[in-house]
């Protein structure tokens, strides 16, 4: 499908962009994260969308926000939604961004708020003037 074929696109292309510069702590943890919301998005405007993903805490991430790590938490422990592939994924996706912050780059992070009701809604990107 066209869908597959963008995200195989999407993919190469940022494996090229990555290979460019090594990773910093930084910029994995701000990659994962936007991977992360964007797959949650997705899912939750699936077709085949489970009931129980209706449920699933909110993942709209913002590694600046103390919160963040709670949140992370708080789905991976989620007990429902384990049938639904997409759900194990993210939780897989989400464990590994709470140990990469929590352990490797907590030195790297900075926490700028802890303003957990930010994250409760996604946080658009700024629209390009036209």
Same mark, same amino acid.
């Given at each position: 499908?066209?869908?597959? %074929?963008?995200?195989? /696109? @999407? %993919?190469?292309? $940022?494996?090229?962009?990555? +290979? @460019?510069?090594? =990773? !910093?702590?930084?910029?994995?943890?701000?990659?994962?994260? &936007?991977?992360?919301?964007?797959? #949650? &998005?997705?899912?939750?405007?699936?077709? @085949?969308?489970?009931?129980?993903? /209706?449920?699933? =805490?909110?993942?709209?991430?913002?590694?600046?926000?103390? *919160?963040?790590?709670?949140?992370?938490?708080? #789905?991976? $422990?989620?007990?429902?939604?384990?049938?639904?592939?997409?759900? +194990?994924? %993210?939780?897989? &996706?989400?464990?590994?961004?709470? !140990?990469?912050?929590?352990?490797?780059?907590?030195?790297?992070?900075? #926490?700028? !708020?802890?303003? *957990?009701? @930010? %994250?409760?809604? =996604?946080? /658009?990107?700024?629209?390009?003037?036209?």
């Amino acid at each position: 499908s066209v869908k597959m %074929l963008l995200s195989l /696109l @999407a %993919l190469l292309s $940022a494996a090229l962009v990555t +290979s @460019a510069a090594p =990773p !910093t702590c930084y910029s994995r943890v701000l990659a994962l994260s &936007k991977e992360i919301t964007e797959s #949650f &998005k997705e899912l939750q405007t699936s077709k @085949a969308v489970d009931s129980c993903v /209706l449920m699933l =805490p909110r993942l709209y991430l913002d590694i600046h926000n103390y *919160c963040v790590l709670a949140r992370l938490r708080e #789905f991976v $422990a989620y007990p429902r939604c384990e049938r639904v592939l997409e759900v +194990s994924e %993210l939780k897989e &996706k989400a464990r590994s961004l709470y !140990t990469i912050m929590i352990s490797y780059c907590r030195r790297d992070l900075v #926490f700028l !708020t802890d303003d *957990c009701n @930010a %994250l409760e809604s =996604p946080i /658009l990107p700024p629209t390009e003037p036209s």
